[in-house]
Every structure is written in structure tokens, then in C-alpha cells.
């Protein structure tokens, strides 16, 4: 047996031939719905209606299977996945600055860290330029969250965690709390971080810089502290060479249409003046 062949998960007798790490995002024909996307899961429906949360423990693993689409586009193929994503978010929620952590609920923002993404555990990651309109976008989560939260959850406790889970995520979603402005500013930031690193890695060769345009919409005041550390020490990286930047030093080119698809896909966040 060739090493390849081990390491994609093939037996002796040939049974298991595929990488069963890779657990493909659902693809559905027509409307998108919640039941055609669960229809298309290899392992079978999740259990529905129970008072156990097993059938809900199951589908976590997708978001821990499924990667940030961003990075796809550049080729990285086996870069970060929504759970890895949530996690480090979640351990940086712990470390809001004093001056913000005094006036929130850090615990909540850390559940909320960890919740917000779920919904692309069926729905999968979609980027600005997917053509996928924010309405659409949304409908898609909505109708996951309440399928996770009630289908799966709805028995689990009377269905209290489900209707915790179900009301943090809305809260992320409608953006008016100071945890959720906080949650999202994180969300960028983390972004902002993972493409250094990757960058980094790339030695140069492997420019990112699109994504500084999401330094622009990060809001608070103590976040965009952390951002400015962190586009500063992208420009040390980059000193002397050609790069893209488009966190308002704005420096090499993209085009237009991703632009509009970046501003219309962040539309409402950021600096409230």
C-alpha cells in the first residue's frame, strides 16, 4: 500500500479510497433549502426532535471540516476552517481591552465568538464576490439557525439552549448591541491576522492585501488600535515591494466589481460618525 494511499484513508482491501477528511460543502439544485442541503450529507440526516443533542454534536464537525472560501481563491487549500476561525475569535474576545471589557459582557461575546459562523456548517462560507446577494445570504442562515436551534435543539432542555443559541446568533446578526460591534470587530481582526500569516509564509510571493479592506469597517476605537498594529506590521513585511493595499493607503489594483461586491457584502458596519 503506497503512503498516499494510507493517508487518504484506504484499507488493505480497498474498501475506503477517499480522504474522508474532506467533507464537501452542500451543493443543491434550484431554491436553496435547508432539507436539500441535508439531503446531500453522506453520513445521514441528523436525528430531529430529540431530547439528546447527539444529532446537533454531529453536525459541529462540519464547521471543524469546512474551510474559509477567502483563502480558497489563492490557493490555499488547506488553510483555516470556520471552527478555527471561531476559536481563536473566541479566545480574543477574552482579552477585550479594559476600557471596552468594563462595559460589556465578556462571556456573551465569547459564546457569540463561537456561535455567529454555525450557520455555514450548511449553508458553507460565502465571500463577497460569491453573486450571492445579502438578502439571500441571510435568508439561507436564518433558516439553518432555525433548523439547528429547533429541529435539533428543540427538545434538547425544553429547548432553552436552542433559543440561547438561536437569540445570540440575531443578536450578531442585527449589530446594534456593543457585543455584537465588538464580535464583529473581532471577526475582522482575526481576518486581518490570518492573512499576515499566511502571507508571511508565502515569503513574499503571495499577496493578500484585498482583505485590509476590512480594516475600514472595523468601528470601535480600542479595535482599530489592534488593526493598525496590524496593518503596520504588514508594512514592514512588504517594505520596499509591490503589494495591494486597500485600508485607505490605498496601493496596487483590484478591480472595480470586487470593489462593489466588498462594500455591498460590509455594508452597515464600521465607524459610526
Known amino acids: 500500500m503506497s503512503p498516499s494511499a494510507t493517508e487518504n484513508g484506504a484499507k488493505a482491501n480497498g474498501v475506503i479510497e477517499t480522504d474522508l477528511g474532506i467533507v464537501p460543502v452542500p451543493k443543491v439544485e434550484g431554491d436553496w ?77 465569547i459564546k457569540m465568538a463561537l456561535i455567529h459562523d454555525m450557520a455555514e456548517s450548511l449553508v458553507g462560507d460565502i465571500t463577497p464576490v460569491d453573486n450571492v446577494p445579502k438578502t439571500e445570504k441571510n435568508r439561507r442562515e436564518a433558516s439553518t439557525m432555525d433548523y439547528i436551534t429547533k429541529r435539533l435543539l428543540g427538545n434538547v432542555d425544553g429547548g432553552k439552549q436552542g433559543e440561547q443559541i438561536r ?32 502571507e508571511k509564509r508565502g515569503k513574499g510571493k503571495l499577496d493578500l492585501g484585498e482583505f485590509t479592506f476590512v480594516k475600514t469597517k472595523v468601528g470601535l476605537n480600542e479595535m ?13 513585511f512588504w517594505a520596499g515591494k509591490e503589494h495591494i493595499r486597500r485600508d485607505g493607503g490605498d496601493e496596487g489594483v483590484i478591480t472595480q466589481e470586487k470593489e462593489k461586491m466588498q462594500e455591498a457584502y460590509y455594508a452597515g458596519h464600521g465607524r459610526k460618525e
Open 33 to 109: 433549502t435547508v432539507d436539500k442541503a441535508v439531503d446531500t450529507i453522506g453520513t445521514g440526516k441528523y436525528t430531529e426532535a430529540s431530547n439528546s443533542p447527539i444529532g446537533y454534536f454531529h453536525l459541529l464537525e462540519r464547521l471543524k471540516t469546512t474551510k474559509r472560501e477567502g483563502w480558497r481563491r489563492f490557493d490555499i487549500n488547506r488553510g483555516e476552517s470556520i471552527s478555527d476561525h471561531m476559536y481563536r475569535m473566541s479566545m480574543m474576545t477574552m482579552l477585550a481591552p479594559a476600557s471596552l471589557a468594563e462595559k460589556i459582557d465578556v462571556n456573551r461575546c
Open 167 to 198: 437569540a445570540i446568533w440575531q443578536e450578531y446578526e442585527d449589530s446594534k448591541t456593543l457585543e455584537s460591534l465588538f464580535v464583529h470587530d473581532i471577526d475582522k481582526i482575526e481576518l486581518l491576522l490570518q492573512m499576515v500569516e499566511y
Open 224 to 236: 482599530r488600535a489592534w488593526a493598525d498594529e496590524i496593518i503596520k506590521e504588514r508594512e514592514e
